[in-house]
């Protein structure tokens, strides 16, 4: 079985499927990335951020809405009525988005996104105080 994420029209989200293909034969991977990275795409369109936009910062607050310490304000809560991440999610999650850009930065698309993303990682360790908080403060799946 092969996975890919559709627009709400049923076309095939190139950019996503592109980068998912790079997985083909692992359909467990696969399948994992495109839920983790169909969180990210519906968070980059709510937010009104288009790939070659994307900023570290963006990333970083990503992150932190699903669950990940990270030292800044964060904004609006994203997957309202979930828990956050735990640690083996968060790492995995980590993971997606940063391979997604550095294939779009390969392809000419956010370059300097790439570049920073090539040396550094996005964060993973779970935000005890959030956690503890729990679905109401809005944060985890949705």
Known sequence: MSWTILWPDGSVYQEADRFLRRFEGE??????????????????????????????????????????DVPMPLGEPWRAGKKPYGKDALSALASVPKSFYLELASTGVNVELGRRLDVVRLPSRVDRDRSLLGPRQGYGPG
């Open 27 to 68: 359909p467990g991977t696969r399948r994992t990335y495109a839920y983790l990275l169909v969180d990210h795409l519906r968070w980059l369109e709510r937010e009104a951020l288009a790939f070659d936009w994307v900023a570290w910062r963006d990333l970083m607050r990503y992150m932190g809405l699903v669950g990940a």
